[in-house]
């Protein structure tokens, strides 16, 4: 069983760009979530997604956007990036469960993203 | 809305010594808890969950933590702890029926020789 992967490990951007981060769960999760975590803070929750559909959204303006894809892998889209958008992006992924928030989540290690 | 309380930032320790990592939370509604270890250039893995029963969970690497409903906390133990557990934990909630999590800024658990 493959772990959860994400690329790249290391990014920079500058202020106003755009950014496609990329994320591979492991085989069978059908829910995928993204998390910003910066420096020194805890992770905190974007969005999910349960079969190619958003699940659930956090404070999180509309530039910050996903995809999933059939075949186990998602992707974060962040436009017109702005310098507090600086931190490590978290992606995770977990089975379907029937109890909606108690899934256990596998995380993957992470992309730095720097803006400068 | 519900928030976490990591009440200590950092917590140094002596190899083989107990440790307890404190964690507070608010919620107007039932939740599920969660404790999670981050090391050094990783991401979280999941120490241990509580979602209902018995307030006493185990969880991996000989940690543990107990459920209190009316002091609204869920704090994390280990009777001794080994250099390997130097590490970053967070406390997370999640309210029953949501699937948005809310995650503490975390304690850093720094394990001397």
């Known amino acids: 069983e493959t772990g959860v992967t994400q690329s790249p490990t290391h990014l920079i951007k500058t202020r106003g760009q755009q950014v496609t981060l990329r994320c591979s769960s492991q085989s069978g999760h059908n829910t995928v979530s993204w998390y910003q975590q910066a420096l020194g803070q805890g992770p905190q929750f974007i969005f999910q997604?349960?079969?190619?559909?958003?699940?659930g959204r956090g404070n999180f303006p509309p530039r910050f956007s996903g995809l999933q894809f059939p075949n186990y892998s998602s992707e974060l889209n962040v436009n017109a990036l702005e310098l507090d958008d600086s931190a490590l992006y978290l992606c995770?992924?977990?089975?379907?469960?029937?109890?909606?928030?108690?899934?256990?989540?596998?995380f993957g290690p992470g992309t730095r993203l720097t803006v400068l | 809305a519900q928030s976490v309380t990591q009440l200590d930032s950092q917590v140094p320790v002596f190899e083989e010594a107990p440790v307890e990592l404190r964690c507070n939370y608010s919620?107007?509604?039932?939740?599920?808890l969660f404790w999670y270890v981050q090391y050094p250039n990783q991401g979280l893995q999941l120490l241990l969950k509580?979602?209902?029963?018995?307030?006493l969970v185990k969880g991996i690497n000989g940690f543990e933590a107990e459920f209190n409903k009316s002091q609204t906390s869920f704090h994390l133990r280990k009777p001794s702890v080994h250099i390997s557990d130097t590490a970053e934990y967070f406390c997370?909630?999640?309210?029953?029926?949501?699937?948005?999590?809310?995650f503490g800024r975390g304690t850093s658990l720094i394990v001397h020789p």
């Open positions: 919620s107007s509604v039932s939740v599920y």
């Open positions: 509580y979602l209902s029963g018995s307030t």
């Open positions: 997370a909630v999640s309210p029953g029926g949501s699937y948005i999590p809310t």
């Open positions: 997604y349960y079969r190619e559909e958003e699940n």
């Open positions: 995770a992924s977990s089975l379907e469960s029937r109890l909606a928030g108690a899934d256990t989540q596998y």
